[in-house]
């Protein structure tokens, strides 16, 4: 008979079913000596082996590292558990520093009190030997031209209203709708006038201060001389006739042309050279008294100034340096005052062909009064002259 040849345990024969090949897949069969480790797992209990989860750490009575860096090991296990945003737990190994404090001293790092001055670092470069900063350089933006052809503001625009001024069109901003707005569109509308509303920006680059409302307008009509001294005759009154020598404050203009308009004035004379215009800025700082005044503007004030004598008036001039003070000039009857700049005053050829130079009496340091200021003194003197009677000023 033959022998049969024993095959070591080692070369196990496979089978066929799923009981003999077993051991074979899973591992060696009980008794035998091998590793049978599930590496998902870990060893059996009591098996030989490294246990370990590097997902939770070992078992716990296993051996290995159980660190789990998001919060250290575990109690009683090995590791160093530190938590950077406290520090090592209490009684726990580690280093907990106060980076706003010296590690050396304990202090406070900096510690600036506010009150004290300060004390430059000798590491610091001078201001000097630094580079200076650059900084980017503002956008300024233009001022808008002053025109003749435009109304700003919501008085203005409703005086033009009122006094039947040749409108071209009004401009309103978005959404304003409040105060006088609504009169003035209702009264636009009514007079047929072509109403516009556009954003507000658009309003800032036609004038400066729209008040939410412009107006185009024809230019300002000018009148002659003669239509002034012609409505004081209508009127049966002593013609009041006021000239601006020099001025170019448009609000000082409009200023003088609303006390103008108080005062009773006929009308007011400007030139053409060394005076302004009427824009939109006088005509708001009239308060609409551009509506209701004659604004003549000659060439040569000199001319109108003898044309005016010629005409009966008594030329009366306003002068810092003047010996007789405003309050005993005789203002009634027909007068023309003259009222000059701040600065200059009444230009010499000019203060030739006055018939009386007037002053006010300053008593402090300010040599002068503004314009608009000491021409309203003058024109109301001349009111409370004529209201008291021709036998007031001494």
């Known amino acids: ?24 897949r899973k591992g060696p069969v009980s008794g035998e000596q091998r590793d049978r480790r599930d590496f998902r797992k870990g060893p059996g209990a009591g098996e030989p082996g490294d246990r370990r989860d590097f997902r939770k750490g070992p078992a716990s009575v296993g051996s290995g590292d159980s660190r789990d860096f998001r919060r250290g090991p575990a109690t009683g296990g090995s590791g160093d558990r530190r938590d950077f945003r406290k520090g090592p737990a209490a009684g726990e190994p580690g280093e907990r520093r106060d980076f706003r404090k010296d590690p050396a001293t304990g202090e406070s790092r900096d510690r600036r009190e506010f ?44 005086e033009a209203l009122k006094a039947g001024r040749a409108i071209n069109k009004i401009i309103v901003a978005k959404g304003a709708r409040e105060g006088s707005i609504r009169e003035i569109l209702g009264m636009a509308r009514d007079k047929g006038i072509p109403i516009i509303e556009l954003e507000r920006v658009v309003l800032d680059q036609e004038a400066r201060h729209h008040q939410g409302i412009i107006a185009h307008v024809a230019p300002v009509a000018y009148v002659e001389v003669e239509a002034i001294l012609e409505k004081a ?20 203009i409009g ?29 708001k700082a009239s308060a609409g ?47 023309g005052l003259i009222v000059g700049s701040e600065g200059k005053g009444i230009s010499p050829l000019l203060r030739e062909h006055c018939d009386h130079l007037v002053s006010i009496p300053m008593g402090g340091k300010v040599e002068s009064l503004n314009a608009s200021v000491a021409g309203a003194l003058l024109m109301y003197e001349r009111v409370r002259q004529v209201q008291a009677g021709p036998s007031t000023p001494q």
Do not use: C
């Open 1 to 24: 008979m033959k022998r049969e040849r024993q095959l070591p345990s080692r070369e196990k024969s496979f089978g066929k079913g799923p009981r003999d090949n077993q051991g074979t």
């Open 115 to 158: 009150d004290k001055p300060f004390v430059k670092r000798e590491d610091r470069q001078s201001r000097d030997s630094a580079k200076p900063r650059l900084r980017p350089a503002a956008v300024e933006r233009p001022e808008p031209e002053e025109r003749e052809d435009l109304l700003a503001g919501r008085h203005p625009v409703l």
């Open 233 to 252: 005759k209508a009127k049966g009154e002593p013609p009041f006739v006021l000239l601006l020598d020099g001025l170019e404050d448009p609000h000082n």
């Open 255 to 283: 200023a003088l042309l609303r006390t103008a308009d108080g005062a009773g004035a006929h009308g007011v004379v400007i030139p053409k050279r060394r005076g302004g215009a009427i824009t939109s800025t006088v005509a």
């Open 289 to 335: 008294a551009v509506e209701y005044v004659p604004i003549a503007r000659v060439t040569n004030l000199v001319q109108t100034v003898g044309m005016l004598k010629k005409a009966g008036l008594w030329i009366i001039g306003s002068a810092m340096d003047a010996p007789q003070p405003y309050y005993r000039q005789d203002f009634t009857g027909p007068v």
